[in-house]
């Protein structure tokens, strides 16, 4: 079993709540990467557990058309199941997480980066916004955001 940390951007300014009012992640949610590196994600399988950070923005729509993200890990989860679904902006939906835990104070990037080994202000980047981590920071990251 392997363990990721993916990166989301943050919801749309009009994105209906679930039918109970509950947050975003009540539901299952997705991995995208895009298309020209979605290769790198092969070893990605069932069962894998997954990070999901939260960004501030996004930098392909206006700031008027989503709400202002966390910049953090809002949730984790587990992969239910892989898929390589392409879709039309160029990206690939490489499998569907089970959200097990939802913080909606989530755990911020200054507290994040110290359990990966980076500097406190360092950006979260990845290869197609996705990346391996290993399963002592996954850990840590369970134990915060769930505390």
Request: net charge positive; charged share 30%.
């Amino acid at each position: 079993m392997q363990h990721w940390l993916t990166v989301h951007y943050p919801p749309d300014m009009n994105l209906d709540q679930t039918l109970d009012g509950s947050h975003a992640y009540a539901r299952d949610t997705g991995i995208w990467v895009p298309e020209k590196w979605a290769e790198r994600f092969d070893d990605l399988a069932q069962d894998d557990l997954v990070a999901i950070y939260q960004a501030k923005y996004d930098p392909s729509r206006p700031r008027s058309a989503y709400r202002r993200g966390l910049g953090g890990v809002v949730a984790i989860g587990r992969v239910k199941k892989r898929v390589r679904k392409k879709e039309d902006s160029g990206w690939i939906k490489l499998a569907v997480v089970e959200v097990s835990a939802y913080n909606p104070d989530g755990l911020p990037r200054a507290e994040l980066n110290p359990m990966l080994g980076y500097q406190a202000n360092a950006r979260i980047r990845g290869g197609g916004g996705m990346r391996k981590i290993s399963h002592s920071a996954f850990r840590k990251i369970e134990a915060r955001l769930r505390a």
